[in-house]
């Protein structure tokens, strides 16, 4: 043997030598990480206190069918820039994995679904150990790791971000995910954008909450996921059954397996050794070799046998792992068995099964664990706790000290543009500001991206694309421009284009604004998404919407048109609970202009609001702050249609500041004022020519324009929590009246308010409550129906003749003059 043959050899021997050992300690690792979930669990369900008597819960099962998985995955194969959508079930593995690398606390553990400690399910924005992509929600979690692969090509791709790293998105799903049609929503956008670097590893433990999943089901998934253009890889067998395969009689075990139904397969898992021997015996001992086959192996080691799948193997799952590529999307297929490792692995019933304290003892002995040293990281663990530290020490995914980041915010043009124009709609002023931010140099407009599910020129983002580009990695030139075939619209595309076209999903535009708004702290690189989107379908994708501000992500979204006032599409394109869901929504600011000035008032606040970051955000209930003032959030425009006339004013600080936090009067109350009309959006003109009316027999009638039912709301139980919090320390200072309530506050004690809007009531009637005040509400409380503004305006009782009604019920003129003034309409 030549030298340099025989260096080769040496460094062969070293290497399998090496590979074994990191075997070795990461088979123990499991085993600590299998016992800390499940110890977790046990201490939450069985020893801590329970005050209300409600079971906990936790998934042991659940979580257990990933441990090995979750083991290869955070202690050699991923590095700090690769970002993970853990399984929901599998938050106690993730959490006990934290804890063995340093990022989670003992106390956490032990207040496991409790208050103020580790969450139920991974949470961004609850945890304190670094989750990247907040689940729960099934399916969603999944779908979201193929749009943060998109928003990291889109970074890629910008010659500003050219520190990005490069990092792999990896969702762990379990099998019961597929179930979801968000995600095969999210296939299809991903193939087509090109979707590359990303990993999806399939919990395939065949076992929901109620059944067995059906026979076969892997090569339905196996076929979409390759039609889809993802590189499929099917962890099936572990070592042990693929030996066992090559031995006389394997083939026909092989069979056996591969026709086995997956309910038989789940209860001789639960059975053990005794019913596979049973089985097995009966149903292929007559074929050559398997009895010499089956008489190898003792209960103990059939049991194991039989049960060594792929996703349980460790050498397997870094095999693969490191052997894809990262040019394409990969799904691991990884055949799992629920509740792996646990007494109850395999049964039908236990996916929400916790362990008996007497199993729990049982399983404490397994992995020599003595009482009062259940959290110790290394207690009962095989090799010297130095040899383990030194290993864990070196973990790749635990190399750098932070993995969120807190980019600068970006400075917000001080001559924020404003549109001049004598009658326009808020949905016209909205597409004129982004083509004037379009037309400049800003940092701020370099930053923006838009997107939208296949309403992009309806929605009036049609100038911002002219002007910016579709984002493609090639370049494409528009066909209909290079024939000079007439069209407003320039799409060419290209790596410059700001704006994504997605197809008609709502799911997958917020899960899209979900992954563009958490650049800046998954990328370090902030984007400024903006969304848009027909009003009526924030319905179809709330789900996801509520996920995307739950995870303390950060865009602009522009819902229009709205309302019945969009009068001949009819019922099923008018929104009428869009209001309340921009008032309930944690997370998001949602504001209704009437006006342009307040539109580009509103953006101009909004993008800065977008960017807000306080880093130390306390975990518990934030008691002296209204939180979202200080922490920021997302924005939420409901825009209209209907041209309006313009104000012609300039905006002074005191109305800008009111148009932000809410409101400000239109026509000011005098002192003591008993009638106040309140509007929202599209009704303004209406609205005001009832009030004028009115001012004939009610000279001080005030109009109340309402900007942000949101915000004004926010800001009154902010200040009613302060004032009940203080209500019993006499040395406290007063606490100062919310907005609304200075607003309201010229009113006289018994003044009528009458509320209007094109939504439900409920979104404004609330604010008779602020100070006690009589209201007369008026809104849309049914499914619209087509027509002309007028008619439904009139149908609907949100035109100026229901505003002077309301306006004299509610100051108790039943009269000749009421009828007067009803003539007069």
Known sequence: MSPSSASAAARDIVSAEARERELALLAELERKVLWLASWTIHNANHIRGNEDGLKVGGHQASSASLATVMTALYFSILEPQDRVAVKPHASPIFHAIQYLLGNQSRDQLERFRGFGGAQSYPSRTKDQDDVDFSTGSVGLGAAITIMGSLARDYLKAKPWAKGLQPGRMVALVGDAELDEGNVYEALLEGWKHGLKDCWWVVDYNRQSLDAVASD???????????????????????????????????????QWIDSCPNSIYSALTYEGAAGWRRQLEADIGGERGVPELLARYDDAGLARLMTNLGGHDLGLLLDAFRAAGRDRPVCFIAYTVKGHGLPFAGHKDNHAGLMTPAQMEQFRSENRVRPGHEWDPFEGLEGSMAELERFLAGVPFRSTATRRHH???????????????????????????????????????????????????????????????????????DPFQLRRLTSPQKWGGGPEGQHIELGIAENNLFLMLGALGLTHSLMDQRLLPIGTLYDPFIQRGLDALNYACYQDARFLLVATPSGITLAPEGGAHQSIATPLIG?????????????????????????????????????????????????GGSVYLRLSTR??????????????????QGGYWMRPPAPGCRLAVCYMGAVAEEAQRAAGL??????????????????????????????????????????????????????????????????????????GGVRGHRVQALGVEHFGQTGTIGDLYRYYRIDEKAIVEASLAALGRKSARARDYIAKL
């Open 583 to 631: 008032i309930a929504q944690d997370g998001i600011a949602a504001f209704e202009p009437a006006y342009v000035d307040e539109l580009a008032a509103i953006m101009k606040w909004g993008f800065a609001y977008m960017q807000r970051d306080k880093q130390a955000k306390s975990q518990a209930w934030e008691r002296e702050a209204w939180v979202r003032e200080e922490t």
């Open 407 to 477: 980019p600068p915010a970006l400075p917000v043009p001080e001559d924020f543009p404003c549109p001049k124009g004598q009658t326009m709609s808020t949905q016209e002023g909205f597409g004129k500001i982004l083509n004037e931010l379009a037309a400049g140099s800003s940092e701020l407009a370099a930053r923006i991206v838009t997107t939208s599910p296949d309403v992009t020129v309806s929605t009036n983002l049609g100038p911002w694309v002219n002007r910016r580009g579709r984002f493609s990695f090639a370049a494409q030139e």
């Open 216 to 254: 076969r089901l892997f090569e339905k998934v196996e076929h979409l996921f390759l039609n889809m253009g993802w590189e499929v890889v099917t962890l099936k067998y572990g070592r042990l059954l693929t030996e066992a395969f090559r031995q006389p009689g394997g083939e026909a075990l092989r």
């Open 643 to 660: 041209p309006l006339a313009q104000p012609g004013r300039e905006l002074d600080g005191d109305i800008t500041e009111g148009i932000i």
């Open 694 to 767: 009115l001012a004939e027999d009610i000279p001080d009638i005030a109009v109340l324009a309402v900007t942000s039912a949101d915000r004004l709301c926010a800001g009154w139980h902010a200040a009613e929590k302060k004032r009940q919090l203080h209500a019993v320390d006499e040395n406290e200072a007063t606490i100062p009246d919310s907005y609304v309530e200075r607003l309201l506050a010229p009113l006289a004690r018994d003044a009528a308010l009458v509320t209007v809007l094109d939504g439900h009531p409920a979104a404004l009637s609330w604010l």
